[in-house]
């Protein structure tokens, strides 16, 4: 078992920048993948980003490649996700996820944060 608390959500204008963060506690963090997804309101959740257990490994939805970056601190049990150049279409609420490989975390992932609102003004 494993549980996800985010944090780093809010209000920001279009351009800006947040930075997200999920604290694990529970099983080893550094045996997991980690993934960020986000769900906004009338739409399905989606997949944002992943990171592999070494963080070797990354992957991203197209949208946001070169303007998001996952990261991960394993002595920490904490895993960022990065958001520049902020677009009103990147609100939503934001879920950290975990699951066994990159594999499984960017599709249907086990464990799921509560998640945090980030608000994009135009």
């Known amino acids: 078992q494993v549980q996800l608390v985010e944090s780093g959500g809010g209000l920001v204008q279009a351009g800006g920048s947040l930075r997200l963060s999920c604290a694990a506690s529970g099983r080893t963090f550094s045996s997991y993948a980690m993934g960020w997804f986000r769900q906004a309101p009338g739409k399905e959740r989606e997949f944002v980003a992943a990171i592999s257990w070494s963080g070797a490994g990354t992957q991203y939805l197209d949208s946001v490649k070169g303007r998001f970056t996952i990261s991960r601190d394993n002595a920490k049990n904490t895993v960022l996700l990065q958001m520049n150049s902020l677009k009103p279409e990147d609100t939503a609420v934001y879920y950290c996820?975990?699951?066994?490989?990159?594999?499984?975390?960017?599709?249907?992932?086990?464990?799921w944060g509560q998640g945090t609102q980030v608000t994009v003004t135009a």
């Open positions: 996820a975990a699951d066994d490989n990159i594999s499984a975390v960017t599709t249907s992932p086990v464990y």
